[in-house]
């Protein structure tokens, strides 16, 4: 292992590589573990996911999952933190939330956010970053960065 993760940052059917590559670069810089989970929307040799994480690839920890139900098993059986998921239209900010280390961010695909199960069943741990109706949602890279960083905020 590299090193001990601060955080998790789950990515649920990622479908844009450089996404994917900026949020692994991010996990880098703040010593997070990134999750993929199954179906991505590219090859995990894929040029641009490896040109956004440019040479921080190597130090990235990082793990593929097949699905939830295996994302959550396998979390489980790391000693993960709480699952908080972040939706555009849930309610509750995300400054609302007490981060804890060892907490995992869960984040859906680019076009179409979590699936509604997942979200049903993670109701009361649902956060959104707020924009403008104007704006459908954030990109995911940013979104993910965004609330890492509220996280290493409130830790200090």
């Known amino acids: 292992m590299r090193y001990e993760p601060v955080l998790h940052i789950v990515l649920v059917a990622p479908e844009i590589p450089p996404n994917a590559g900026n949020v692994g670069r991010t996990c880098v810089a703040i010593a997070a573990k990134m999750w993929l ?3 991505l929307g590219f090859s995990l040799d894929d040029y641009y996911l490896r040109r956004a994480g440019l040479d921080y690839w190597e130090e990235l920890e990082w793990e593929v ?3 939830w139900e295996a994302l959550c098993g396998r979390l489980d059986e790391s000693g993960a933190g709480r699952k ?3 939706s555009a239209r849930a309610t509750r900010l995300y400054t609302e939330a007490a981060f ?3 907490d995992v961010l869960v984040f859906g695909s680019e ?3 979590l699936p509604a199960a997942v979200k049903a069943a993670h ?3 649902l956060l959104t970053i707020p924009s403008r109706p104007e704006v ?3 990109n995911l890279a940013n979104s993910a960065a965004i609330v890492a960083y509220e996280a290493l905020r409130q830790w200090g």
Request: without cysteine.
């Open 123 to 125: 109701a009361d741990s």
């Open 84 to 86: 908080w998921l972040f």
């Open 65 to 67: 999952a097949d699905d």
């Open 111 to 113: 076009s179409a956010g």
């Open 136 to 138: 459908r949602s954030l």
């Open 100 to 102: 804890a280390r060892g």
């Open 37 to 39: 989970v199954r179906p």
